[in-house]
Each structure stands twice: as structure tokens, then as C-alpha cells.
């Protein structure tokens, strides 16, 4: 059996670690997954009281435990005495919703979710925090060029001098903030450490002409005046941020490069100070001691060009939320009694009537009242063709209108909207982890110290053994291993990758959950489709309502539009619409009951009356005559959805409802069976028509008179073979089997209990965007693993070299400036092939 648990006092991925370890260790828990904010999924033989559990925690540390309530709100830590010790206030989320907008995360999410209330570093890798966009479409403000205190949320003329007021200007977002602010630092740091490296190169020139000038101890004087602003303005925040990870114990990049730079700088500084206090081999040949400024501030400078390149990077990897909140139309045109009205798009409400004009944008959500146009609906279907839109149809936020006008009443406004709810998901799932990413997690926790290990065994092995000047090479070396092994590509391998994917599928209609979902798709063997809105359209019409002669029966018609006119089921709104065109209005109705995989029964007129299958009928008791069956079953091998019609427990004739297979669905399946995927369909329908269904898609495997129940099991039958099973549904049915499989798959136009159940949702709602997301998931995968390759080969290979592995062999030492420059290059390496993913064509492998 497997329970959701929530934990209570989890601030960070230290703690996420400690609780699982503590949870792991209960006699009767075979596996405890404990994820951040405050989840953990366990897994027992047999139940185990909380309490026990418990017991465990409190030992482990300030922790509790309660189960897990999806309706109550996720708990917010608010520890200014954090266990990462984080100087500010940090606050625990589930997702980063609209309340997170303004905060500020870690890129590598060292602490899942958390969110800070400050700019800065990140109190555990520290690494730059970037801003959480706002993800709510702010309407535009407008102000007059004349007198730029005057500030309005509507056009009109400024009440001052009558000139037209102009919009505002867009402040500049976070992320050129910090590239703007970390370029002024390069500026700097390069001015000051370009003649630092010249003179410290003009000792490699024979004769050293700047030697003329003046002494090398004098020069050695300008070095350490010139280094001054490059360590303690322009790269002070690396030495900042190593100090705070060995206070906080949490070693990371900042730990080496600061302990690195900090003992070379500090080694010159002395030697400068003191000569007489080192020993010959530190000495030059006028008698003066080596020093590494030139070491020092190039590498701090090669560094911070490292940072400066990814803020540029990070801002490129966050394009496709930006793209989507530039959809976002700001007004919108009130249609009044007194006219048209422009208004802001937050003043908008339900029912408001608003006119769309050729070109604009689509306000919010709604249905068209009146006139009619195409729509490109690209942007959030990735279907490049517009779409015919007229009175009923709906017209979603952020689509484009053709070359027609209509208007619209809102149904859906502010973060209702599709637009809103696709960036929201966006946000989401592109600051979520794959579990792929422990493995990276665990190397990363034992890296820095294992490295402040071999760089202490460097510096005493060549001393030992190492030629003259021996000291000189291990001081050197040791340095140089400090300075190369930087784990921070292992750590952006992952969630820059997730990123990037997540961006690409929602520019193709493919909307991710989170990064577990991506990691699914990429092993899916096996898909469970639901039929109805899966395969079909989804969108039924009544084709006939005979009696048991073979002729329409108005009567018939009458008394199951009245047994389901309070119901929402797709085939019973067709019936409805049907009894509407016939002119056929529902009489009262009571004692309604959906009977789930069979039909419905109810009172109308006095009479019990029944509307389902075969088993329904068995189980109301209605005598069936032959006859009527052999009529039944021969519409049943077309492919039509029959369903009988009972009065006073005796069937009285049926219904034939027709739904059409959507073009794209036989293409779709014969797509995912080259890929070796299995397509298997389970459907309520019965077995004639699901075999119809099945002959015309070549589908080997079926199942048909599923009930719900029937769908979970069969998904965990296959699950218990071994299967990866991914499951396609729409409906509220679907809805135990999605999120019993190991991803589940929505339609966009299905239910949202379906949608909210699943890890993946089709915006247009057709097979063929599984091809997309599996596509997708498989690139996104395939990127990972190629970063944390080279993650891993470039330290597996730097150290040793850096160590003077190669020295014995071939002469060869490396310098830590070029370390420096390696190690800023292999993260820049890792966003660059995340990026890669910009470029992937989701249609095809």
C-alpha cells in the first residue's frame, strides 16, 4: 500500500534528505520518496501508525508529520534560523504561483521550491537568485509626455495640457538587471587585470624590459594595488558566498574558488609584506618572492565571465514564458449601451459583452455572440492553419483574429483564462526536478569536499616527490585543482534541459506537469487510449430514435431528453441538442441516477425509464426482444454507439449516436507503434463497435464495456509486468486510470478532474500530440544525460590533469588560469546544449 504524507518543517534539500533517510529506516517502509515543499509518498507491507513515524522524525530533528489532505493549503516555513542558515526569510511553496511573482529562486534549486524575499546568492550553492516572473498580464499605464505625473490606466488626453497620453515604458526585467550589473563588474575587473597580466607576462620576455623601468619588487607593489578593486569590488561576491557555504557547511563552486584564489592572493600579499619568512625555492632570481596576483585576478575575472555568460543564458532559457506572457493582450473593447469602450484587461468581468476587431488579439475566454472570423490559434495549439469560428464557438485568450470582427461574452477572465492557466503550468513544470536529478544530488554532496581532499594530497605529494622548486609546483597545482573541479555543470545539467523542453512543448500545444512527467515519456512501452474524445471526435450527434418497428418515435425522443437534461455527459447533451432540433421540449424529471459504465435511469412521466447498454437493461429488469437486438447489433458494427431505451422495464427501441475518428488519430497510433509503443483501447463501449473502432486504426489490442474500475485494473496489471504505461483520456471516468499510469495524458478539450489528474495535457486534444510529447520527452531526456556526460568526463579528466597527472609523462601541467577559463566554459557548455532544444522538431524523431 502507498500513502501521501505531509511533512511539516522542511526547509531545504538537507532536511528533504534527513526525513527520508529517517522514514527509509521503520521496519515495515520498503521505500519512502520525500520531495520539497513538504510531500512524502510512502510505500509499506502493512499500515504503520503516524505516530511511529513520528517518533523516527522527531529524532531526526524538528520535524512532523501528518497525512496528507489535498484540499488544505501547503505550508509556508518562515525560519529566519533556516538550516542552511539563510539570512532571510525563506518561504516554502508548492509551485510558484501568482503570490511567488517579484520573489527570487535558485536556478539549480538547492532548496526545491523556496522562494526569497531579497536579491542575492543562494544560501546553499551560491549562485546568483533569479526573479520569479510575473505571470499575471499587467494592463498598461499611461502618462502624458508633458507631465510625467500624471499616470492613467485608459488612453484620453492629459488633463493639464490636452496632449494625447503615450503608454508607459516596460521597466527592465531582473535578468538584464543582473547581466547589466554583472557587465559594469567585467568592465572593472578587466580594466585592472589586463596590465596585471602584462607585467606579470613581461617576466617570461628575456631581458624583462619593464625591468628597466623600475625593480620587480616595485612592480610587485602595482600588482597589489591594481588586483585591489578586481578581488575587493568586482569579485567580492565570490569570496562573500564561499565564506557563507563553509560557515553553513554547504561546499559548493564559491567554496573552491574562493579557498583557491583567497590563499593565492594572500600568499602574494605576504610575500611581499615579509619575504624573509620563505624559503629559497619560493624566490626568484633577484631575490624576491613568486607572487600570483596575475594568477588571482584572471582567474577571478575568467569566473566572473562565466556568470556574466549565464545570466545572458538563463535569460534565453526562460524565452518561452516570456513569449507566452507576450500573447497577453493588455485592453480589451467593452461593447455599452453608449458604445464602444476601450478598458484594461483586468477590468473585465463574467459576462461582459467585448468586441474583437481583425488583427487584435482575443481579450480572455469566451463564447462568440455574435458576427464570425478564423482565428490563428498557433500560439497555444502549435497548429499553424486558423480555425473557423462562428456564434456558440469558443475563443481563447491571447489567439489572434482573422480578418473579421465578432463579439464575445467572457467566461473566463484573469488567471481562469487558458493562456493564464497554460503559463502558469509552464512556470511550474520548468522549476521542477527529474528524478534523474538524485543521481546528480548525490555526487554534488560528497564532490567539493572529496576535492578539497585530492588538492590537499596534490600539494604534499609534490612537495614530496615534485622537482624543483617543489613547493612552488604543489602551491600551484593544488590551486589548480581547487579552481577546475567546479560542480556547478553538474548542477544546471538537469533543470536547465527541463527548462528549455518544458518551453517547447507548450509552444506546440504539449503541456508538462513537471520534469517527472518528461522522464516518463522518454521510457513509455506501453498507451492505454480512452475512445470517446481520445479517438473520436468527442463530439456526438444523435443519427436516429427508433421504436422496435424501425421508425423515429417522437415519444421515445421525449422521454430520455427529459431523463437527461440535467445531465453534463457528452451523449447525453447530444440527445438533448437532437430533441431541441425536433422541437421536442423535456418534460420534468426525477429520481435521476448516472448508473457509471452502464447509462442512467429516472422517472418522467410517471414511468421508470432507463437509457444504457445491454447490462443496464439487465439490471432494470427490461425484457429484450430479439429482434430489436439483431437492429442493435448491426448498427454496433459500424462503429455507432447504441444504447437502448427502456419504459416501464421493457425496451421500447434505442438510440444510434454517432462520433466521428479524428484524422489525426490513425496517423498518430501508427506513429507511436513504429516506435515500438503498443496502442491498447480501452473503451465503455461495446464490443462491436470498439471492434470497429479498433479494424479501421489496425489496433491489435482492445477492450471494450470497460468500466472505470476495469481501466485502473487492467493499467495495473501491465504495471505489475513491468510495463511503463502511459493512459490517454478526457473524461471524468478516466480520471482513477490517469493517474494510476506512470503518466498520464489529457486532452485539453476533456474535463478538468482529467486534466488536473494527468502529468501531460494536449491543448488541441488529439492523438497526434502524444507523438509530440513522447518526442519531446525523449529529447529532453536525451539532452540531460548528454550534460551530465559532460559534467562528469570534464571532472572525471580535469582534476587528474589539473593534478599533474600527465607531468610524469609528457611534461605537461596545467595553469590554474586556464582551469579558471575551463571551468566557466563547462557551464556555459551545459545551458548552450539545453538551448539545442529550441531548435528540435516535435513532428518527428
Not at 329 to 355: F, H, M, Y
Not at 751 to 777: F, H, R, Y
Request: hydrophobic share 45%.
Amino acid at each position: 500500500m502507498k500513502h501521501d504524507y505531509r511533512i511539516i518543517g522542511m526547509t531545504c534539500n538537507g532536511c528533504r534528505t534527513t526525513v527520508e533517510k529517517a522514514l527509509n529506516s521503520i521496519d515495515g517502509i520498503k521505500q519512502a520518496t520525500v520531495t520539497l515543499p513538504d510531500h512524502a509518498a510512502i510505500e509499506m507491507d502493512n499500515h504503520i501508525a503516524t505516530e511511529t513515524m513520528q517518533s523516527a522524525l522527531t529524532s531526526a530533528g524538528k520535524y512532523s508529520i501528518e497525512m496528507y489532505d489535498h484540499g488544505k493549503p501547503f505550508a509556508v516555513a518562515n525560519d529566519e534560523s533556516a538550516c542552511c542558515g539563510g539570512n532571510r526569510k525563506v518561504h516554502a511553496t508548492h509551485s510558484f504561483d501568482a503570490s511567488a511573482a517579484g520573489k527570487y529562486y535558485c536556478p539549480m534549486y538547492c532548496e526545491g521550491d523556496n522562494v526569497y524575499d531579497d536579491a542575492g546568492d543562494c544560501p546553499v550553492c551560491g549562485m546568483d537568485l533569479l526573479k520569479v516572473p510575473d505571470l499575471t498580464p499587467q494592463a498598461v499605464q499611461y502618462t502624458c509626455p508633458m507631465h510625467p505625473e500624471i499616470i492613467k490606466d485608459q488612453r484620453g488626453g492629459c488633463p493639464i495640457c490636452g496632449m494625447d497620453l503615450v503608454p508607459m515604458q516596460a521597466s527592465e526585467n531582473e535578468e538584464d538587471k543582473t547581466y547589466q550589473r554583472l557587465l559594469g563588474k567585467m568592465k572593472i575587473a578587466t580594466i585592472f587585470t589586463l596590465p596585471i597580466f602584462i607585467i606579470a607576462m613581461a617576466e617570461m620576455i628575456p631581458g624583462n624590459p619593464l625591468l628597466r623601468l623600475f625593480p620587480q619588487q616595485s612592480w610587485n607593489w602595482v600588482q597589489l594595488i591594481l588586483s585591489l578593486p578586481v578581488v575587493f569590488y568586482a569579485c567580492w561576491m565570490f569570496f562573500e558566498r564561499a565564506w557563507k557555504s563553509i560557515i553553513t557547511r554547504n561546499f559548493n563552486m564559491f567554496t573552491l574558488i574562493g579557498i583557491g584564489t583567497g590563499v593565492a592572493w594572500l600568499f602574494s600579499v605576504i610575500a611581499l609584506l615579509v619575504p624573509d619568512i620563505f624559503p629559497d625555492q619560493f624566490k626568484t632570481e633577484s631575490n624576491t618572492v613568486f607572487v600570483y596576483f596575475e594568477a588571482t585576478t584572471v582567474i577571478l575575472t575568467l569566473v566572473l565571465l562565466g556568470q556574466l555568460l549565464e545570466a545572458r543564458a538563463h535569460s534565453q532559457t526562460s524565452g518561452a514564458i516570456k513569449e507566452l506572457l507576450k500573447l497577453a493582450p493588455t485592453e480589451a473593447i467593452l461593447v455599452t449601451q453608449d458604445g464602444d469602450k476601450v478598458i484594461s484587461i483586468n477590468a473585465i468581468q463574467l459576462g461582459d459583452l467585448l468586441r474583437v476587431k481583425p488583427g487584435e488579439k482575443v481579450p480572455v475566454d469566451g463564447k462568440i455572440t455574435e458576427g464570425r472570423s478564423n482565428i490563428d490559434e498557433s500560439m497555444i495549439t502549435g497548429e499553424p492553419i486558423p480555425v473557423d469560428k462562428s456564434v456558440g464557438d469558443m475563443a481563447s485568450s491571447g489567439t489572434i483574429n482573422g480578418n473579421k470582427s465578432f463579439v464575445m461574452q467572457a467566461e473566463k477572465v484573469g488567471s481562469e483564462t487558458l493562456l493564464s492557466q497554460i503559463i502558469q503550468m509552464v512556470n511550474n513544470a520548468s522549476r521542477s526536478r527529474a528524478p534523474i536529478q538524485k543521481m546528480a544530488d548525490k555526487v554534488a554532496k560528497y564532490f567539493v569536499p572529496i576535492v578539497l581532499l585530492i588538492s590537499v594530497l596534490t600539494f604534499i605529494v609534490w612537495a614530496v616527490f615534485g622537482p624543483a622548486p617543489s613547493l612552488v609546483f604543489a602551491f600551484v597545482n593544488a590551486i589548480a585543482v581547487l579552481i577546475i573541479a567546479c560542480p556547478c555543470a553538474l548542477g544546471l545539467a538537469t533543470p536547465m534541459s527541463v527548462m528549455v523542453g518544458v518551453g517547447k512543448g507548450a509552444q506546440n500545444g504539449v503541456l508538462i506537469k513537471n520534469a517527472e512527467a518528461l522522464e516518463s515519456l522518454s521510457k513509455v512501452d506501453v498507451l492505454i487510449t480512452d475512445k470517446t474524445g481520445t479517438i473520436t471526435e468527442g463530439k456526438p450527434s444523435v443519427e436516429k430514435v427508433v421504436n422496435t418497428t424501425g421508425e423515429f418515435d417522437a415519444t421515445l425522443l421525449g422521454y430520455i431528453a427529459s431523463l437527461n437534461q440535467y445531465s453534463e455527459h457528452p451523449l447525453a447533451e447530444a440527445i438533448v441538442k437532437f430533441a431541441a432540433q425536433k422541437e421536442i421540449k423535456p418534460q420534468a424529471s426525477m429520481d435521476f441516477e448516472a448508473v457509471t459504465g452502464k447509462g442512467a435511469i429516472g422517472t418522467v412521466d410517471g414511468k421508470r425509464v432507463a437509457i444504457g447498454n445491454k447490462k443496464l437493461m439487465e439490471q432494470v429488469n427490461a425484457t429484450l426482444s430479439k429482434a430489436l437486438e439483431q437492429q442493435v447489433i448491426a448498427e454496433q458494427e459500424q462503429g455507432k454507439t447504441v444504447s437502448y431505451i427502456s419504459v416501464a422495464n421493457e425496451v421500447q427501441g434505442f438510440v444510434t449516436i454517432t462520433d466521428a475518428i479524428k484524422e489525426t488519430s490513425k496517423q498518430a497510433i501508427k506513429a507511436l507503434q513504429q516506435k515500438g509503443i503498443e496502442v491498447i483501447m480501452l473503451t465503455g463501449d461495446n464490443q462491436r463497435t470498439a471492434k470497429s473502432v479498433a479494424d479501421i486504426l489496425s489496433l491489435a489490442h482492445f477492450k471494450a464495456e470497460c468500466l472505470p474500475e476495469d481501466k485502473l485494473n487492467f493499467i495495473k496489471e501491465l504495471q505489475s509486468q513491468g510495463k511503463v504505461v502511459a493512459m490517454a483520456g478526457d473524461g471524468i471516468n478516466d480520471a482513477p486510470a490517469l493517474a494510476q499510469a506512470n503518466i498520464g495524458i489529457a486532452m485539453g478539450t476533456g474535463t478538468d478532474v482529467a486534466i488536473e489528474s494527468s502529468g501531460v495535457t494536449l491543448v488541441k486534444g488529439d492523438l497526434l500530440g502524444i507523438v509530440k510529447a513522447q518526442n519531446l520527452g525523449t529529447s529532453v531526456m536525451r539532452n540531460i544525460k548528454q550534460n551530465l556526460f559532460f559534467a562528469f568526463i570534464y571532472n572525471a579528466l580535469g582534476v587528474p590533469i589539473a593534478a599533474g597527472l600527465l607531468y610524469p609523462f609528457f611534461g605537461l601541467l596545467l595553469s590554474p588560469m586556464i582551469a579558471a577559463l575551463a571551468m566557466s566554459l563547462s557551464s556555459v557548455s551545459v545551458i548552450a546544449n539545453a538551448l539545442r532544444l529550441n531548435r528540435i522538431n516535435l513532428k518527428q524523431d
